[in-house]
């Protein structure tokens, strides 16, 4: 994409992030939320970039034009205020994905233990497409 200028987080969103997850509508059956709103407290609250989700599970996304360890604690703290939300729902384990459109990288909040697991692989777009939409494939099915 030579003649579009990516440097904000909404360009990233809409010309990295928006097509992959319309490319994934056509796999599986998912519904998208586009800036879920969350609202715990007064102090946790805010937009959640996309909430991918099928019947059996859910991935929270968050978008970052730059700084991975930086959105990866904003991602932490949507999985809390995500969980307590959730507080009677049976799933044990929240999903969460940070994102600059051409990395990914995954965590999960486990529920019962109250940790949260960053993951070590990131996935670099184009060339781990397929394994990228493996561990949506995985998560959601």
């Known amino acids: 994409m030579p003649h579009i200028s990516l440097n ?3 360009a990233k969103r809409e010309f990295f992030i928006s097509p992959l997850l319309l490319e994934l509508l056509d796999y599986i059956s998912v519904d998208i939320d586009v800036e879920y709103p969350l609202n715990v407290h007064e102090q946790l609250k805010g937009n959640i970039d996309y909430v ?4 059996k599970a859910f991935i929270i996304l968050e978008a970052k034009n ?14 809390i205020a995500m969980d ?7 799933e044990n ?8 459109g051409d990395v990914w990288r995954f965590g999960v909040l486990d ?4 940790t949260i697991s960053k993951d070590i692989d990131a996935f670099v777009i ?16």
């Open 8 to 10: 904000s987080e909404a």
């Open 52 to 55: 991918v989700s099928s019947s």
């Open 66 to 79: 730059a700084d991975m360890e930086k959105g990866f604690t904003q991602l932490a703290v949507e999985l």
């Open 84 to 90: 307590i939300c959730l507080e009677d729902d049976e």
């Open 93 to 100: 384990f929240i999903y969460g994905a940070i994102t600059t």
């Open 111 to 114: 529920r019962s233990g109250k």
């Open 126 to 141: 184009p060339p781990d497409l397929e394994k990228l939409f493996s561990v949506f494939f995985g998560i959601l099915n």
